[in-house]
């Protein structure tokens, strides 16, 4: 099984799962503001990408790690982003309600 394994195949598998998670978390911000259009756009995306790691899983079960690590700091990226956007939106309300 391990000889089996394509280290460029784990490392962009990897790639894509980071991105995968990202476009997952504005999946669920894109239903929270009830954004119809977006949120279909990224769940026809987020079917392509998860058909791939299907595809990758059933060629050898070790390609769950890159994809779980990548999933992992896909979802923390997300979240930071969002995060500092929601801090700066804040930031522009308190000057707003300031003046």
């Known amino acids: 099984m391990i000889e089996s394994v394509n280290i460029l195949t784990m490392i962009i598998l990897f790639a894509v799962y980071v ?3 990202i476009l997952y978390g504005w999946y669920i911000i894109a239903v929270q503001k009830l954004n119809a259009g977006l ?3 990224l769940s026809i995306m987020i079917g392509v990408v998860s058909a ?3 595809v990758k899983l059933a060629d050898n079960p070790i390609y769950s790690v890159p994809i779980v690590l990548g999933g992992g700091l896909g979802t923390y990226f997300i979240i930071k982003l969002e995060k500092r956007k929601r801090a700066k939106e804040e930031q522009k309300n308190d000057v707003k309600n300031n003046d």
């Open 19 to 21: 991105i995968f998670d």
């Open 52 to 54: 791939v790691g299907i």
């Open 39 to 41: 949120a279909t756009i």
